[in-house]
């Protein structure tokens, strides 16, 4: 859609001005379902006290292990809690530890690209040298060290540790990226222009670097928040993430989910169900914004 | 060639000792120590003398500059020192599980790839219809369904439908290869699947790159057939760029099994990873980063040379 658009004969009537939105849904309805998604869940992590109808936290040991039902829709845990109140107070710890993350690690590596992409030589040189050690890590093993390293840090019930933890293995990824591209921008003759025209290096860097690296940094940030919402789910999968008895996604697959595996499998089912619609979600609507922001750009 | 290959290998050095500073110091930065898991996980009250003790004997009561001195000597022998949990040689620790973890690595790779060539390629020739949509769902599904759970799916799939489940027990492929596949196919489906999805998206796309070359305008041109343009002139070329990510997902297969041999109970080194993370069992978190960085860096000078390889365009110096 986007690349037949660019090679439409300029005869065409010009094109009624319509909102970003209506624009955005029309040219990539898959990207307007990704959304709708994520509003879905956005909506249940802010509201989830009036969505869920259990509390996520309520131990029922009448109701222990109990199959999908009118009562609970989901079934329950090995501590009789209702699965679906848990998935929906769980979006709220997807969400935030996701999104935080991704911010902090995108914002910090953008800054970082551009940074290094103006100044070039020697501070260029060095910052890659640091970036490319971060980069030989997967995503999940370097934070894995990073949560060796700060251990548990909560403030205002956020696990700060596991921001950190994400963020660190994001930041080189999401640097790269916005280094390239500034770097292509730099070259660019209105550039130059501004340049000739004597404009200071700080005009030049804001008003014409700037927005041209924000389309990078966008499309990065979105689909970093769903390698940052799976990165946390696998921490906390592994026990060294979100705690109990917190709700969140990975954390549900662990410890006793397991134990009941045969018994119980809509313990199993239902979280990795919410993990990946999440993931998909946001992986989705990062491709679309790619394709509606910039047809050229690859992450 | 050569002098390029001498030049590259000569600049791992830098790298590495960059992901060796930065592991050990930041490891060590905030407090906490094996000592302390080991000593007072149960609960127990052990006095600080104990605690004092068994750092001394672990070495951790030196100065951090001293402790990283001691351990780049033996890292310049090869020598990544003893595990702060069970005192055995961190080589042998990771040595006897690398195989099953290797094994699993290269199997999820074939099947990736064996799989993808084909998917990447049917959408990119049917670019736009439902069948390059069907595959984009597939291989986004690919990139957000986490490896662990696909892998529990499998074997909720595999008790459901056949009431069995793969042994525990590891059985290498030489001693008895039906047992050791039955075992390990799973774990390597699991995480073939990103695997599989990544490599198809790359192919996809350069595929569709390379078709809308000159070269192939002049082929069709010719009269050549389209399969023979496809795969003779299209294909052979977009299968370059594919190579860089089916090399670097290779070392990133690592991560997925981190958290997949959890899943299977497979005793290869993601849960080795694991375990020393939650033991704070610096000395073997250190050699296993190294070996992952050591792994990753040959890899990227294995991709650079093959492209080399394949693309006569490229010279290095």
Known sequence: MTMAS???????????????????????????????????????????????????????????????????????DAYGRDIFSRIIYGSRTALVIGFTSS???????????????????????????????????????????????????????????????????????????????????????????????GYSNARIIFRHMTPNVVAPYLIMLTAFIAQAILAEASLSFLGLGVTEPTPAWGLMLSGNAADFFDKAPWMILFPGIAISLAVFAFNLFGDSLRDYLDPRFKV | MLHYTLNRLLLMIPTLFGVAVLVFFMLRVVPGDVVEVKLRGDGGAVSQEMIDMERKRLGLDKPLLNQFADWMVGLATLDLGKSMWTDRPVSEEIGTRLELSLQVAIMATIIAVLIAIPLGTTAALLRDT???YLVRIITIGGLSIPSFWFGMLIMLGLLYFSGWLP??????????????????????????????????????????????????????????????????????????????????????????????????????????????????????????????????????????????????RIRYG
């Open chain 1, 103 to 197: 911010l902090v690690g995108s914002t910090l590596g953008a800054i970082l690209g551009v940074a290094s992409a103006y100044f070039g030589g020697r501070i260029d040189d060095w910052i890659q040298r640091v970036m490319d050690v971060l980069l030989a890590f997967p995503i999940i093993v370097l934070a894995l060290v990073v949560v060796a390293a700060v251990r548990s840090a909560v403030f205002f019930g956020i696990d700060v540790n596991l921001i950190i933890a994400i963020a660190i293995p994001i930041l080189p990824r999401v640097e790269r990226v916005v280094r390239a591209a500034a770097l292509s921008v730099r070259v660019m003759p209105y550039v130059d222009a501004a340049r000739a025209a």
């Open chain 2, 167 to 312: 042994p525990i027990t590891f059985t290498p492929i030489y001693v008895d290869p039906v047992a050791n596949l039955t075992q390990l196919i799973w774990p390597a489906l699991a995480v073939g699947y990103r695997y599989c999805a990544v490599t198809a998206r790359m192919i996809r796309s350069s595929l569709l790159e390379v078709l809308s070359e000159d070269y192939i305008r002049t082929a069709r041109a010719k009269g050549v057939f389209e399969r023979l343009v496809v795969s003779r002139h299209a294909l052979r070329n977009a299968l370059l760029p594919a190579i860089t990510v089916i090399g670097l997902e290779f070392t990133f297969l690592i991560g997925g099994l981190v958290v997949t041999e959890q899943v299977f109970n497979l005793n290869g080194i993601g849960k080795l990873f694991v375990q020393s993370v939650s033991r704070n069992d610096f000395t073997l978190i250190q050699g296993m980063v190294m070996l992952i960085a050591v792994f990753y860096v040959f890899t990227n000078l294995v991709i650079d040379l093959l492209y080399a390889l394949f693309d006569p």
């Open chain 1, 6 to 76: 660019s090679t439409l004969p300029a005869t065409l009537p010009a094109p009624r001005r319509r909102s970003a939105i209506v624009d955005f849904t029309w040219q990539q309805p898959l990207g307007a379902v990704s959304f709708v998604i994520i509003f879905a869940m956005m909506f249940a992590g802010i509201f989830s006290a009036w969505v869920a109808p259990y509390n996520p936290f309520d131990i029922d040991f009448a109701s222990i292990l109990a199959p999908p039902s009118p009562e609970h829709w989901f079934g329950t």
């Open chain 2, 130 to 132: 439902w069948v390059d």
